[in-house]
């Protein structure tokens, strides 16, 4: 069995494919220190909480965008998995060509996603990630890869409107029935989530205006995606699970 490791900025996410199928996803928060040993038992605990056999589990790719937690979490599955980890980063096999100015910027986390989304459902794609922050990564047709767009997520925005304004209360990001909000959790809520899609609606038509990819597909994923691309008809597929998908994809090329 193939476990595929997402490190972001909140949380590490974590998959098992049994051949092609996603056979189980699990989570836990990036911010908290822990041991080699201390990931090492959590991984393997929380594999068997699946009704998996972790002792099946003989292959590893990891793409992380938090250079702190590799040490520890690549002992660990050295240690408890006995196997090298793929390392997704220079070097690997992707199938995607990069002809920005700095390709070493590029996060491991938007190949991964540029990966999964060009191979399946094809280029022009514009892969939209909402995740801590929200990044638009433009594919072309030939699978390379011609631009990338980063805004603050949506969860970083609701933080600062009511951390940096004293009077305004800590709410729960949903869509409101209307814009026209008559008390105060709602208008924030209103603001938040209404401004928010339209910030998406108004990037996918400039990136398609000046790309000139009329018939540029856009492909959504990350936490809060289904709630944004749910309320716009400019988002064609949500996929929560793309960058699962992209890891296998990569690990494939590259076995």
Not at 36 to 59: C, F, P, T, W
Request: charged content about 25%; proline content about 3%.
């Amino acid at each position: 069995m193939l476990l595929a490791i997402d490190v972001g900025n909140t949380n590490i996410t974590m998959g098992v494919f049994q051949g092609e199928k996603l056979a189980a996803t699990f989570r836990m928060t990036t911010r908290q220190a822990r041991t080699s040993d201390e990931y090492g038992i959590l991984i393997r605990s929380m594999i068997q909480a699946r009704d998996l056999d972790k002792n099946k589990v003989n292959h590893v790719i990891i793409s992380s965008v938090v250079p702190d937690v590799m040490y520890s979490l690549n002992s660990a599955i050295i240690k408890y998995f006995c196997t090298e980890p793929l390392i997704v980063g220079p070097g690997l096999k992707t199938g995607i060509r990069i002809v920005t100015g700095h390709p070493q910027e590029i996060g491991a986390d938007r190949i991964v996603d540029v990966v999964a989304g060009y191979e399946l459902y094809g280029g022009p794609v514009l892969v939209i990630d909402f995740g801590t922050g929200t990044t638009y990564d433009l594919v072309g047709k030939d699978g390379t890869f011609e631009a990338g767009i980063t805004s603050p997520g949506i969860e970083i925005c609701a933080k600062a409107l009511w951390q940096d304004a004293a009077r305004l209360p800590k709410i729960e990001i949903l869509k409101p029935k209307s814009i026209l909000a008559k008390e105060t959790i709602s208008s924030m809520q209103a603001g938040l989530v209404y401004g928010y899609i339209g910030q998406t609606e108004y990037i996918i038509k400039k990136v398609r205006e000046e790309s000139g990819y009329k018939d540029m597909k856009v492909v959504a994923t990350g936490g809060l995606g289904k709630l944004i691309a749910e309320s716009t008809d400019m988002i064609q597929t949500y996929d929560n699970k793309l960058t699962m998908k992209g890891l296998r994809l990569i690990y494939e090329k590259n076995k």
